[in-house]
């Protein structure tokens, strides 16, 4: 395994601590993993934006499309760029506040029991062989960490926000992502 997790942060990555998290709560057990996909601005790849905004440092002049969202306080555990770059921003033992108004499996308020994984990209988009490279290495030391977490668990944004969200949207190939996770040695259990 590429990966190990110590002490909520995961080994040989790069590191960028957001202030936009907070304690779970006390009974929490962390059993769901959320894949989503960000771009900013919207359909345009690279740059420090998506440090920026979940720092919440985004200049809402550099882009028409920032004064919509630079005073959002937004976070998640991963970003995977196009790449295959992983950038942690939150402790795995901390909340993200990535889910917003969720629910899985009659539980609402994902961010409480979940991880989320942001791959740069666009709901419309498909994703590099770089980020599913990634994204299955960080998903299988996530799930050593957190052994609640099966296949079973996985699931988009667009399935715990219907109607709200989309990502990571139809270009997201869930069959490619599970291969490589297999080969990765993830848990085997079946979604």
Same mark, same amino acid.
């Given at each position: 395994?590429?990966?190990q997790v110590?002490?909520?942060w995961?080994?040989?990555?790069r590191r &960028?601590?957001s202030?936009?998290?907070?304690?779970r709560?006390?009974?929490a057990?962390?059993? =769901?993993?959320? @894949?989503?996909? *960000?771009s900013l601005?919207?359909g345009?790849?690279?740059g420090a934006y998506i440090?920026?905004f979940f720092l919440?440092? =985004?200049?809402m %002049?550099?882009h028409?499309?920032f004064?919509?969202i630079a005073?959002?306080?937004v976070?998640a555990h /991963? =970003? *995977? %760029?196009r790449?295959?770059?992983?950038?942690?921003?939150?402790? =795995?033992n901390?909340?993200a506040?990535h889910a917003?108004?969720?629910? /899985? !499996?009659?539980?609402?308020n !994902?961010n %409480?029991f979940s991880i989320g *994984?942001?791959l740069?990209?666009l %709901?419309?988009d498909?994703?590099? +062989?770089a980020?599913?490279?990634?994204?299955?290495? &960080?998903?299988?030391? *996530?799930m050593? +960490?957190?052994?609640? @977490?099966d296949?079973?668990r996985i699931?988009g944004?667009?399935? @715990?926000?219907?109607?709200?969200?989309l990502?990571?949207?139809p270009?997201?190939?869930?069959?490619?992502? /599970?291969?490589k996770l297999?080969?990765q040695g993830?848990?085997?259990?079946?979604?």
């Amino acid at each position: 395994m590429k990966y190990q997790v110590q002490s909520g942060w995961l080994s040989g990555v790069r590191r &960028v601590p957001s202030p936009h998290c907070n304690s779970r709560p006390d009974n929490a057990e962390v059993d =769901l993993l959320v @894949i989503h996909s *960000i771009s900013l601005p919207p359909g345009e790849y690279g740059g420090a934006y998506i440090d920026e905004f979940f720092l919440g440092h =985004l200049d809402m %002049d550099a882009h028409p499309y920032f004064s919509e969202i630079a005073t959002l306080q937004v976070s998640a555990h /991963f =970003l *995977i %760029d196009r790449n295959g770059r992983v950038t942690q921003y939150v402790p =795995l033992n901390e909340r993200a506040w990535h889910a917003g108004q969720s629910e /899985f !499996c009659g539980r609402d308020n !994902c961010n %409480d029991f979940s991880i989320g *994984i942001e791959l740069e990209g666009l %709901d419309t988009d498909t994703y590099t +062989a770089a980020q599913y490279e990634s994204l299955a290495e &960080v998903s299988a030391a *996530i799930m050593e +960490a957190y052994p609640a @977490i099966d296949k079973s668990r996985i699931t988009g944004h667009s399935d @715990i926000a219907p109607g709200r969200k989309l990502d990571p949207g139809p270009g997201f190939d869930w069959q490619r992502y /599970f291969d490589k996770l297999d080969q990765q040695g993830g848990n085997s259990r079946e979604a």
